[in-house]
């Protein structure tokens, strides 16, 4: 691949994707940006439409779509607990079909395709760390599988259009990452705890706090998406990509309030159904075949994802307008 070559990355105008795109065209390629705003807004690429390399698309992957590209990553679909299962129907067919869809313009023009996975293929882990030759503890009926099912499939998906069409495929199993550009209502935990303290609303903690999340700094997660890409042909993942420095929700509570320099109270919540105890990435496959470890630890990572959301919440919520609310998933 070589600067000029053109890339299709599907979510684009999502939290990462938003990421991945500009450092695409920073890196010389041209990009197309496809997006049906289900979970974002125009706003996270707004800084890119003045670049004439860049090309915006609203379109929903469930549907065909006929483009001529070199390479593929398949980011579109709700990520966060409240947006996927706002139209949990809608989810799976984004995950399914939509797979189904990018798989077959990948073998019609011979490109690259990448899916972004998660670490949610894994479930409730039995095994912790997690490598990527564990199968998983994932409920098929319960109200986190329209993601975590619909996942799982698409990584089927591309594994049977490798074995049976020789489409050359990368996958990423993704696990909990954070920075700028998240949605400041989206209901993830280091959004949510971030927007809570600047705007001295109670930090609601689900369950007792002590389950356990790592999490990577967005521009670690790019490169690791970049490196995957651009691997030897025989490299097809699935590859872990996330920090492995974890956390108890508790402690990033403690951590949020430290770095935003606002203590509000604790707001203990019910825990959502399925919500896992705990995850940490093995990442020894990443490290091996790509030679990529995130640098981004938490405390450096935390107070730039700050400075992002103080500017989001001066220029929506003003100070004396109401505060912005949350809801809570299933
Ligand atoms: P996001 O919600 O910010 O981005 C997803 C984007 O996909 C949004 O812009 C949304 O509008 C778009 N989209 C949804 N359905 C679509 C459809 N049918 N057609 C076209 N566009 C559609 O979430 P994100 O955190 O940027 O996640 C991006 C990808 O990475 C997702 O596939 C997600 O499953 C995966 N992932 C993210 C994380 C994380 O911690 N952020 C962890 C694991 C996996
Ligand atoms: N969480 C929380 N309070 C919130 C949002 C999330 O305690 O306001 C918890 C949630 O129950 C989970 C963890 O934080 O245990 C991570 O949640 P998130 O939705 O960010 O990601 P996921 O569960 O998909 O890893």
Redesign the pocket.
């Known amino acids: 691949m070589h600067a000029g070559s053109r890339v299709l990355v599907?979510?684009g105008?999502?939290?990462?994707?938003s990421h991945l795109c500009r450092r695409l065209l920073d890196d010389g390629y041209d990009v197309i940006c496809?997006?049906?705003?289900?979970?974002?807004s125009r706003d996270n690429v707004l800084p890119l439409l003045e670049n004439p390399r860049f090309e915006l698309l609203r379109?929903?992957?469930?549907f065909p779509l006929y483009v001529e590209v070199d390479q593929i990553y398949s980011?579109?679909?709700?990520?966060?607990p409240i947006?996927y299962q706002r139209d949990p129907v809608q989810t799976t067919k984004?995950s399914v079909h939509?797979s189904i869809n990018m798989l077959g313009l990948a073998r019609r023009t011979g490109a690259r395709i990448l899916l972004?996975s998660?670490?949610e293929v894994y479930g409730d882990p039995q095994q912790h760390p997690q490598t990527e030759e564990y199968w998983g503890n994932v409920n098929p009926i319960g109200v986190r599988s329209c993601y975590d099912e619909g996942?799982r499939c698409a990584e089927t998906l591309f594994f049977d259009y490798w074995r049976q069409h020789r489409t050359p495929i990368k996958i990423a199993r993704?696990?909990?990452?954070y920075g700028p550009n998240m949605?400041p209502l989206d209901g993830r935990v280091v959004s949510s705890f971030i927007v809570q303290a600047l705007t001295g609303q109670p930090i609601t903690i689900f369950g007792s706090g002590q389950q356990s999340r790592s999490f990577a700094y967005v521009d670690d997660l790019v490169e690791g998406l970049i490196r995957l890409m651009n691997s030897s042909a025989h490299v097809t993942g699935p590859i872990n990509l996330g920090n492995p420095n974890e956390f108890t929700i508790a402690e990033l509570a403690e951590q949020v309030m430290a770095a935003t320099g606002c203590e509000v109270p604790i707001d203990y919540r019910r825990l959502p159904s399925d919500d896992p105890v705990c995850r940490r990435p093995d990442i020894t496959k990443a490290q091996e075949l790509l030679d990529w470890s995130p640098h981004v630890s938490l405390a450096v990572g935390l107070p730039k994802t700050i400075d992002y959301f103080r500017d989001v919440l001066a220029n929506r919520w003003p100070a004396g307008s109401e505060p912005p609310r949350f809801s809570q998933p299933l």
């Open positions: 599907t979510g105008a999502g939290f990462i994707g496809v997006d049906n705003f289900y979970s974002s379109h929903d992957v469930t980011l579109a679909c709700p990520a966060s947006h984004t939509g972004a998660t670490s996942k993704i696990f909990n990452t949605h």
